[in-house]
């Protein structure tokens, strides 16, 4: 067998004189030596470069234009499933763009629901540890899906401590619509009563000053609101709401603050707000523990009282500060306030009575499961058919007592039938 002849190149053709370079048929070379790894851009490379680096530039914002137009967040949701009894994971889609979702299944990985509009479900109601309700399954958000999402919306959220002290109670409603107003939103909400080891837990930075038993004093002489606000900087957006620690100060920027508003005189200052994310994440561990644990006991006194519940659509509506400021000028006492996610079984429970006796049944328990309400407990004599005068037919569009005609009637609250 014969060798194979060698494979020989063709032939160079000499160039004509003044012909430009070949630029289709000039490629990188690397260079060897002490500069390995670099490259020699020969003739021509230059200007063809330059076009396809201008195209991908093009390309980019081309991608760019075309997510914004229709941009998404991804979301890890749980819901528990009553009948198997265990937790199912879903990856939530939200599409600012026309408020629609879509969500698959992790465990199955199928779609689960198929991008469908929801216009009840809003981006502000979507970050880590919110409830929400899609379809009449409660699913609870537990992780951002992706990097983006993350990114865009964790790093903005802030968790801070609202605390309301004593001397600021009577303007719970002012200071709800305060809250709303600038754009926070309230996450959990507890009337309570500090005992002496917890304010001292809570002024344990202050323990070396002249006034902390002052500050004790204060602090335990009354019924507190502790609230978890949820909103872009947070921390400090509240902390500047609630002003200086001490409301005697004049500066023009703190003449509409809380401090300054509703406060009195020296420690009396209505308000308190963490200064830093660190101490807000202390400050809210010691109200509402992340561990279960209860926390500091409710005010709640369970005598001559009947039970008030502000619906989740008057929630969401920013209608609690306007209901509570209606209560109050009322002349009716609130003892104790909570804010609550219900799950639908709980809910069902609690309307046990209602059912086969009133159509809307379950009208009624989708409502009260569909998002955060708050439940309060209101005081006076004989509370019950005065409070239900007060607030008037659960039909607003009855002419029944001063709630009924200018605040929705009870459609925006339930109340109790009895009163102990």
């Given at each position: 067998?014969?060798?194979?002849p060698?494979?020989l190149s063709?032939?160079?053709?000499?160039?004509?004189?003044?012909?430009?370079?070949r630029?289709?048929r000039?490629?990188?070379r690397?260079?060897?030596?002490?500069?390995?790894?670099?490259?020699?851009?020969?003739?021509?490379?230059?200007?063809?470069?330059h076009?396809l680096?201008?195209?991908r530039?093009?390309v980019?914002?081309?991608?760019?234009v075309a997510?914004?137009?229709d941009?998404?967040?991804?979301?890890?949701?749980e819901?528990?499933d009553?009948n198997?009894?265990l937790?199912?994971?879903?990856?939530?889609l939200?599409?600012?763009?026309d408020s629609?979702?879509?969500?698959?299944?992790?465990?199955?990985r199928?779609?689960?629901?198929?991008?469908?509009?929801?216009?009840?479900?809003?981006?502000?109601?979507?970050y880590?540890?919110?409830k929400v309700?899609?379809?009449?399954?409660?699913?609870?958000i537990v992780?951002y899906g992706n990097?983006y999402?993350?990114?865009?919306l964790?790093?903005r959220?802030?968790?801070?401590?609202?605390?309301?002290?004593?001397?600021?109670?009577?303007?719970i409603g002012?200071?709800?619509?305060?809250?709303?107003?600038?754009?926070?939103?309230?996450?959990?909400?507890?009337?309570?009563l500090?005992?002496?080891k917890?304010?001292?837990?809570?002024?344990a930075?202050?323990r070396?000053?002249?006034?902390?038993?002052?500050?004790?004093?204060?602090?335990?002489s009354g019924?507190?609101?502790a609230?978890?606000l949820?909103?872009?900087?947070a921390v400090?957006?509240?902390?500047a709401?609630v002003?200086p620690?001490n409301?005697?100060?004049?500066e023009?920027?703190t003449l509409?603050s809380i401090?300054?508003?509703?406060?009195?005189?020296?420690?009396?200052?209505?308000?308190?707000g963490?200064?830093?994310?660190?101490s807000?994440?202390?400050?809210?561990?010691l109200?509402?523990?992340?561990?279960?644990g209860r926390?500091?006991?409710?005010?709640a006194?369970?005598t001559?009282?009947?039970c008030c519940?502000?619906?989740p659509?008057?929630?969401?509506?920013g209608?609690?500060g306007?209901?509570?400021k209606?209560?109050l000028?009322?002349?009716?006492?609130?003892?104790?306030?909570q804010?609550?996610?219900?799950?639908r079984t709980?809910v069902?429970e609690?309307y046990?009575?209602?059912k086969?006796?009133?159509?809307?049944?379950l009208?009624m328990?989708s409502?009260?499961?569909?998002?955060?309400?708050i439940a309060?407990?209101i005081?006076?004599?004989?509370?019950?058919?005065?409070?239900?005068d007060?607030?008037?037919?659960?039909?607003?569009g009855?002419e029944?007592?001063?709630?009924?005609?200018?605040?929705?009637g009870?459609?925006?609250?339930?109340?109790?039938?009895?009163?102990?």
């Amino acid at each position: 067998m014969s060798p194979r002849p060698p494979r020989l190149s063709p032939p160079q053709l000499p160039r004509p004189a003044g012909a430009g370079p070949r630029a289709s048929r000039v490629r990188s070379r690397p260079i060897a030596g002490p500069g390995a790894g670099a490259v020699l851009r020969l003739p021509g490379q230059g200007r063809a470069g330059h076009r396809l680096r201008r195209r991908r530039r093009l390309v980019a914002v081309i991608a760019v234009v075309a997510m914004s137009q229709d941009e998404r967040y991804a979301f890890i949701a749980e819901w528990y499933d009553p009948n198997a009894s265990l937790f199912r994971r879903y990856e939530l889609l939200y599409y600012p763009k026309d408020s629609s979702i879509e969500m698959y299944d992790v465990k199955n990985r199928r779609t689960f629901l198929r991008r469908t509009k929801y216009e009840s479900l809003h981006l502000e109601d979507l970050y880590v540890g919110s409830k929400v309700t899609v379809f009449s399954r409660r699913l609870t958000i537990v992780d951002y899906g992706n990097l983006y999402t993350s990114r865009k919306l964790g790093s903005r959220k802030e968790r801070t401590l609202a605390l309301i002290k004593p001397d600021g109670m009577r303007k719970i409603g002012e200071l709800f619509d305060i809250i709303i107003n600038a754009g926070l939103t309230i996450t959990k909400a507890k009337m309570m009563l500090l005992s002496r080891k917890e304010a001292a837990d809570f002024y344990a930075d202050h323990r070396a000053k002249p006034y902390y038993h002052e500050l004790l004093q204060l602090i335990m002489s009354g019924p507190i609101l502790a609230m978890e606000l949820l909103g872009d900087d947070a921390v400090s957006k509240w902390r500047a709401i609630v002003g200086p620690a001490n409301p005697t100060t004049t500066e023009s920027d703190t003449l509409d603050s809380i401090s300054e508003s509703f406060g009195h005189y020296g420690l009396r200052d209505a308000a308190h707000g963490p200064d830093s994310v660190a101490s807000a994440a202390k400050e809210l561990e010691l109200f509402f523990p992340s561990s279960g644990g209860r926390g500091p006991v409710s005010s709640a006194k369970f005598t001559n009282c009947t039970c008030c519940i502000i619906k989740p659509h008057a929630v969401n509506e920013g209608l609690a500060g306007k209901i509570i400021k209606a209560i109050l000028k009322e002349g009716f006492e609130i003892s104790a306030l909570q804010m609550f996610n219900m799950e639908r079984t709980n809910v069902e429970e609690f309307y046990e009575i209602y059912k086969g006796v009133v159509p809307e049944y379950l009208e009624m328990v989708s409502e009260l499961c569909s998002g955060p309400c708050i439940a309060m407990e209101i005081r006076q004599f004989d509370p019950s058919k005065v409070f239900r005068d007060f607030c008037g037919p659960s039909d607003p569009g009855l002419e029944h007592g001063q709630g009924g005609r200018w605040m929705g009637g009870s459609s925006s609250w339930h109340l109790s039938s009895s009163h102990r």
